[in-house]
């Protein structure tokens, strides 16, 4: 399979180097970079590569996920990633996944195939794919701002606050939710964490036995905090791209 695999990656010299030069730069075999670009878990390309903030190493998002129903250490290096909600401690890293993506060109096309297979055998509809940024050209803009007053359509000033809703996976015995097709949402910064919450329910057709924990950074929000309060305290680590940040995972609520 590695044979089948691999490909070769070679440096691409400056613009006044002569041919016969560039032809003398090292070509390196695709498996030496195989440590960085596969999961140590499944030995597969990652997959929604994930890091974990404590230790910086990798894995595929649903690898790593199914790790931490079972154990709360980093299945590399054995650090303690948290000592009771490791999934709290992961972000997703795109740049990683993109680097991935380009090394082996067939990876994306395959595993977007796998996953509209394994929506319809299940009988449900396939997530669309989502675009950061949903707002239309800049250009369009102008033109509508010069040839006529603003459009009643238009977003209100009082939605101040972009949100990205990260899911970070579900408890073992969470079942029957529906995937948040659209992360991406425009709110009032006066809304709350309960808000949130209560949008979540609605789109992912929540159990009113599950229970929806919200994470920003590394502190887990109570339902009373207001968006803008969040925003303001987020901090880089909650802030990205101009949208803040919120990371949310499903659970089964404790019984004491």
Known sequence: MAAALCGRWSYEGSANISDSESEDEPELPLNQFYPYIRCALCCGFLIDATTITECLHSFCKSCIVKHFFSSNRCPTCGIVVHQTQPLYNIRPDRKLQDIVYKMVPFLEELERKQMCSFYKKRGLDVPKPVLISSAPP??????????????????????????????????????????????????????????????????????????????????????????????????????QDGLLVLHFGLVLPSHS
């Not at 509508?144 to 970070?168: A, M, Q, T």
């Not at 964490?193 to 057709?205: A, G, Q, T």
Request: net charge negative; aromatic share 4%.
């Open 138 to 239: 800049v250009v369009v803009k102008r033109q509508r701002k010069e040839v006529s007053p603003p459009s009643v359509s238009s977003l209100p000033p009082e939605l101040d606050v972009s949100l990205l809703l990260e899911f970070v996976g579900a408890e073992e015995g969470v079942k029957n939710y529906k995937p948040l097709e659209r992360p991406y949402v425009r709110v009032s910064g006066e809304a709350t964490v309960r808000h949130v919450e209560l949008f979540i329910r609605r789109k992912m057709e929540l159990s009113p036995t599950c229970q929806v924990d919200v994470v920003c950074g590394d502190h887990l929000l109570d339902h009373y905090q207001s968006l803008k309060d969040v925003q303001t305290t987020a901090g880089n680590e909650g802030i």
